[in-house]
């Protein structure tokens, strides 16, 4: 491990010490913050009974399934809009505005529409994602150099096979990045999604938790949300070094 | 010096070719740019032609036309005696002057990816791969990525790509445009050792004119936009040379007569007025 | 393309928008989606009422306060860790995994620290801001080119001119990024925490009416929101723009 590695590890785990030492001497009240070996004795025990499970199959399902809905809808939509380029100049100030307008204000309205099903969910998981795998997409394909274009053609290559072997592995870091997004943008939307309205899930148990005033299986619950989220983000990431060092080092 | 001996074996031809392009989107005028031509050109089978010219002459039009990546707005190109129209024949190997080497695959199979296409048998490849990285000098840099190279290496990578399919027509769009000089006189050399070897034609363009002087059998120096030849110039260099020649006498007569040709039209192109009075002084 | 016709088309994407949302009228009935043309006439009618502006106001004292906190917090780290070497480091992957986190399940643990009141939902905004903001700051002085500190040496500037005329108008583009995005983020966070457990704001209107079956109000909230937002980004980015090309 690297020095400044090291360094980051003592960081992190004299914050973490500083805390328990906090609530363990009662300068915390364990109303507010529980011990952080609590958090982790709790959510020990609230795995091993197996009560959570429906909820994190559930929870983890919606996820995996919004992220994978506006991966592929996404880079589809990015693909066609790519080919369209009046249309893309006119969903152009779309795009810029997107992020910055409160989209998951809708969430009330779909459930509204729909009920207190899983569609709402799905939906506004997939809105909130899927607009930043086009943009990825787009992006892409506009970074694909026009040379390659040239090469295939040299090589006498066919539309299809140009796409495949050539555009698809040169926009493929682009692509990357908007399926770290949509994976980043799936949790969230999905997490506060349940959070603030739903019938299950693990956002909802801790909503639930809350409200009960049951802190230990609150703080369980967060602290396995964190672990979760961190985990996923920390394995695209390190794929994400893996491609880019052997891909762009040293490359202006 | 336009030598042009009787029997010759014609192995690429322009007749009359011109390239006019319709107005850039956002460039204000509507009026279609003339970019090439008119250029009539015979290329002989095995002679390594060069093409000098000022930026923007259209040399890169012209390679891309004859390589028939780009239509030609009015007359005819042939390669070995067939029309080219639209798409890039058989036999033609195209090395451009951006980096187009493949950073996701590994230079080997950068250098494969052509064979792979044209379903050539493993063994075979394997075979013909190696020779051509052994002949670029990337041996020791198969399992690199080109990302781990230089500039001048990957462009060795592109050449090695090239020529692995044994094209009977290399074009070479001004390749080392991007290298300092002396990577430039050695990759010259690098480039003849390639001509004698595979006994292709070579089309070389370039804008520095010491590579064309030193590289060529023959010397198309290029007109200001729309591009004509204003000279061919014959060198008259043996097969057998290399970068030394750099130090003959002829070398700078030719350098010399290339640049008295070439000086207005790069004025020219540079957009100077008063051309005729500052070519004059 | 002329700047005419591409306003026109994303006019006509606007325009398609609206019969979307007629078409979604028809199909899901009048409780669950009122038609555009009745709640623009709701959103005229009810957006000077004493109760919409009490709600806006909240949202906006709310927005403002922590938007103050976002920006004092996250400018002070980013300055740090951009400006010593090895705080950024060792912070920018605390930061940037934090930043990634979906924020909303730290939510019930604000609420016990700040309560149900006004200072939850501004410290669960500032959440969110502070770290955009930390990390642009931090990435705009780490990009100032070393050559300008040597220039300002060969110039013979003052350490206090150093920082003004060279430092800060190099690194101030890209902070202001930093405060867009942090602008955006910390609304977003805003609007969670009044949707959650809350009487006030905007977000805690949009509930109420969903339990009311109130649907031209929540979509005449959720326009207002849009709006404002939209407009708020789209000034960001116009000063944004003015100073990337100083």
């Known amino acids: 491990m690297t020095r400044v590695g090291l360094i980051r590890l003592v960081v992190i785990a004299a914050l973490i010490g500083a805390l328990e030492l906090a609530c363990r001497t009662g300068l915390i009240d364990h109303r507010i913050i529980i011990a952080p070996s609590e958090m982790a004795s709790a959510l020990w025990t609230l795995l091993a009974s197996g009560s959570l499970d429906a909820d994190i199959a559930r929870t983890l399902g919606l996820i995996g ?49 729909f009920g207190l099903t899983l569609m709402p969910i799905v939906l506004i998981g997939v809105s909130t994602a899927i607009v930043a795998m086009i943009i990825a997409t787009l992006n892409g394909l506009d970074r694909v150099p026009r040379v390659l274009g040239k090469v295939a053609r040299v090589h006498r290559l066919g539309r299809i096979a140009t796409a495949l072997q050539l555009q698809l592995p040169a926009a493929a870091p682009y692509l990357f990045t908007g399926i770290k997004l949509a994976v980043s943008y799936g949790f969230i939307a999905v997490i506060a999604a349940e959070f603030i309205l739903s019938p299950a899930g693990l956002g909802r148990d801790i909503a639930d938790a809350y409200a009960d005033f049951n802190n230990r299986r609150m703080y369980a619950l967060i602290l396995f949300l964190l672990v979760v989220a961190t ?22 | 010096m336009n030598a042009a001996p009787v029997q010759r074996d014609v192995h690429a031809e322009l007749k009359g ?77 195209v090395v451009f002057q951006e980096d187009a080497s493949f950073p996701w695959l590994t230079v080997w199979d950068n250098v494969a990816f052509g064979l792979r296409r044209n379903g050539v048998a493993a063994p075979e490849m394997r075979r013909r791969v190696e020779d051509a990285l052994a002949f670029m000098g990337l041996k020791d840099f198969a399992r690199a990525f080109p990302s781990q190279l230089s500039g001048g290496m990957r462009q060795r990578v592109c050449i090695a790509r090239t020529l692995v399919l044994q094209p009977r027509l290399i074009l070479l769009d001004e390749p080392f445009g991007a290298l300092d000089a002396q990577t430039r006189l050695l990759m010259g050399d690098e480039v003849l050792r ?28 290029m007109s200001a936009r729309p591009g004509r030849f204003i000279e061919v110039i014959a060198t008259g260099w043996p097969r057998e040379r290399d970068s030394t020649i750099v130090g003959a006498a002829a070398f700078g007569e030719i350098t010399g007569r290339l640049w008295e040709r070439l000086r207005g039209e790069s004025l020219k192109a540079l957009g100077h007025s008063d051309v005729a009075a500052l070519a004059a002084e | 393309m002329s700047t005419a016709r591409r306003t026109a088309d994303t006019l006509l994407l606007l325009a398609g928008l609206v019969v979307f949302w007629e078409i979604l009228h028809r199909a899901a009935g009048e409780t669950a989606m009122p038609a555009p043309l009745p709640t623009f006439a709701y959103l005229l009618h009810n957006l000077t009422t004493p109760r919409f502006i009490a709600n806006l106001t909240t949202t906006g004292l709310e ?140 977000g805690a209107m949009i509930i109420d009416a969903l339990q009311l079956v109130q649907g031209e109000e929540m979509m005449t909230v959720a326009i207002v929101l849009f709006a404002f937002a939209a407009l708020a980004n789209g000034l960001l980015f116009f000063v944004e723009h003015r100073l990337r090309r100083v």
């Open chain 1, 65 to 113: 399934l919004v992220t994978a809905l506006s991966i592929v809808l996404g880079f589809a939509a990015g693909v066609a809009i790519h080919a369209l380029p009046r249309l893309r100049e006119a969903l152009d100030p779309f795009f810029a505005t997107y992020y910055a307008v409160p989209v998951f204000i809708f969430y009330p309205v779909l459930i509204a529409i």
């Open chain 1, 231 to 252: 985990l996923v983000n920390a394995v695209l990431h390190s794929l994400d070094m893996r491609f880019a060092a052997r891909r762009s080092g040293g490359r202006a």
């Open chain 2, 17 to 93: 070719v011109t390239r006019i392009y319709s107005a850039v989107p956002g460039a204000g005028a509507k009026l279609p740019v003339p970019a090439l031509g008119p250029i009539d050109l015979d290329l002989v089978r095995g002679e390594f032609f060069a093409v000098v010219g000022p930026s923007g002459c259209g040399k890169s039009t012209f390679l891309e036309v004859l390589a028939g990546l780009q239509k030609p707005s009015a007359g005819s190109v042939s390669f070995e005696g067939k029309p080219v129209s639209g798409q890039v024949p058989e036999g033609i190997g």
């Open chain 2, 194 to 221: 390639l001509w004698r070897r595979t006994g292709a034609t070579v089309l070389l363009i370039t804008h520095a004119l010491d590579e064309a002087a030193m590289l060529a059998d023959r010397i198309g120096a």
């Open chain 3, 63 to 202: 927005l403002g306060y922590a938007l103050l906190l976002a920006y004092g917090i996250g400018l002070a780290i980013g300055v740090w860790l951009g400006a010593h070497r090895l705080s950024g480091a060792v912070g920018e992957p605390i930061l940037v995994s934090l930043y990634s986190l979906p924020k909303i399940t730290l939510y019930p643990v604000v609420l016990l620290i700040f309560g149900l009141g006004i200072s939850g939902k501004v410290a669960f905004g500032a959440l969110h801001g502070v770290l955009p903001v930390a990390l642009l700051t931090m990435g705009a002085i780490r990009a100032i080119p070393p050559v300008y500190l040597r220039a300002a040496r060969a110039l013979q500037l003052s350490p206090w001119q150093t920082i003004t005329i060279v430092l800060l108008p190099a690194a101030l583009p890209e902070v202001f990024t930093g405060l867009r995005i942090g602008f955006t983020v910390t609304l977003l966070g805003v609007l969670l925490g009044e949707m959650f457990a809350s009487k006030e704001g905007l």
